[in-house]
């Protein structure tokens, strides 16, 4: 038993990619879709800005599957009946999530200079959001390693909000790049009934 705990916790023990952050998180909601003057151009036109939203998108999609994670290993901790060896591997799942998210995001930084206006303004908003993602999964993850005999510890409290705040903060990125993402697409479409309304060429 003592064998299999050790061979859980060294796998934990995989580091969660760090982001730098660039600035304080403002509430849900700012910066999304704020006119013309900021979301400029809707739809992708090079190859750059289509691989941007495909990354967007993708990154949306692992945020989801992060606070799924999260969500999962709150339900363990209020029932407190759940092992150890269940929230490592939840825990290592989330965290491997996180990791690719923070793969993403370096493609999507590479792109910015070559990326839509609104795409722009996604990959400024993510990095201080992913990096605050990523600060929370590193604390819920030394919390077991520190704790390999048993999770319920005076630590315990921390742990809790560790995995809350990382279902908020995954949420919060799913949901800010889900609004844009449908917001240029209806905006794009409208563009286009406008041209062709008017006779012009999209």
Do not use: C
């Not at 989801?64 to 092992?83: F, I, K, M, P």
């Not at 809350?164 to 917001?183: F, G, K, P, Q, T």
């Amino acid at each position: 038993m003592k064998n299999t705990v050790k061979n859980v916790f060294a796998f934990m023990a995989v580091a969660v990619l760090a982001f730098p952050l660039i600035g304080a998180i403002g509430p849900p909601g700012e910066g999304l879709h704020e006119g013309g003057a900021v979301f400029g151009p809707a739809t992708p036109s090079t190859p750059a800005q289509e691989q941007a939203t495909a990354l967007l998108k993708q990154v949306a999609t692992r945020a989801r599957a992060t606070a799924d994670r999260a969500e999962t290993l709150q339900s363990y901790a209020r029932g407190r009946q759940v092992n150890i060896q269940a929230h490592a591997y939840e825990l290592n799942r989330a965290k491997d999530s996180v990791n690719a998210i923070g793969a993403d995001l370096s493609e999507l930084q590479e792109l910015h200079a070559d990326a839509l206006p609104w795409q722009q303004m996604l990959i400024n908003r993510l990095q201080p959001m992913l990096g605050s993602l990523a600060s929370q999964t590193t604390v819920a993850i030394e919390h077991l390693n520190e704790n390999p005999g048993s999770l319920y510890t005076t630590a315990y409290l921390e742990y809790k909000d560790a995995i809350r705040n990382m279902s908020a903060h995954a949420d919060e990125v799913s949901d800010l790049i889900s609004v844009n993402v449908d917001y240029a697409k209806a905006r794009g479409n409208l563009d286009r009934l406008n041209a062709s309304s008017t006779g012009e060429v999209s």
